[in-house]
């Protein structure tokens, strides 16, 4: 495939987790998420995954190491739960999803119906494409 996850829980509460462990290179000069980097994201929540992001920033810096990863599960399995209850108040489970498995949306296809693995490789090269420029 086009991307790997670093940590994968495949049978946590909040459902398929992707620990995605974003270094330096993970940020711009700014120090917001590179553009390549939040497709990643983007695309890995549109193939059905929960993406927790732990910036090397925030690791270096927590004192307890699984106190830190054990927040940001509970988190996410908070907002999971919380998105569910809402998701079912409204409505929305019936159906729009069967819409939405029907059209392509969510199965890895972009609105254009292009697969979404083209659309990555094409934001990884104007990405690595911004970092030659800058290098010269």
Same mark, same amino acid.
């Given at each position: 495939?086009l991307?790997?996850?670093?940590?994968l829980?495949? =049978?946590?509460k909040?459902? $398929? @987790?992707?620990?995605?462990v974003?270094?330096?290179?993970h940020?711009?000069?700014?120090?917001?998420?590179t !553009? #390549?980097?939040?497709? %990643?994201r983007?695309?890995?929540?549109?193939?059905g995954?929960? @993406? @927790?992001? @732990?910036? *090397?920033?925030?690791? $270096?810096s927590?004192?307890?190491? $699984?106190? *830190?990863? $054990?927040?940001?599960l509970?988190d996410?399995?908070?907002?999971?739960?919380a998105?569910?209850?809402?998701? #079912?108040?409204?409505?929305?489970?019936?159906?729009?999803?069967? &819409? !939405?498995?029907?059209?392509? =949306?969510g199965?890895?296809?972009? +609105? #254009?119906g292009?697969?979404?693995?083209?659309a990555?490789? &094409?934001?990884?090269?104007?990405?690595?494409? +911004?970092? %030659?420029?800058?290098? +010269?």
């Amino acid at each position: 495939g086009l991307f790997h996850i670093d940590i994968l829980l495949p =049978e946590h509460k909040a459902g $398929q @987790v992707a620990i995605e462990v974003d270094g330096p290179t993970h940020f711009g000069p700014d120090g917001k998420a590179t !553009a #390549t980097t939040l497709l %990643k994201r983007r695309l890995l929540e549109r193939e059905g995954f929960r @993406v @927790v992001s @732990v910036p *090397y920033t925030e690791w $270096q810096s927590s004192a307890d190491k $699984q106190g *830190y990863l $054990q927040t940001k599960l509970h988190d996410l399995a908070s907002r999971s739960e919380a998105a569910s209850i809402k998701e #079912t108040e409204e409505g929305r489970s019936g159906p729009k999803r069967r &819409k !939405a498995e029907a059209s392509g =949306e969510g199965r890895g296809r972009t +609105k #254009t119906g292009g697969r979404v693995e083209e659309a990555g490789e &094409k934001a990884v090269k104007e990405e690595e494409k +911004k970092k %030659k420029k800058k290098r +010269k």
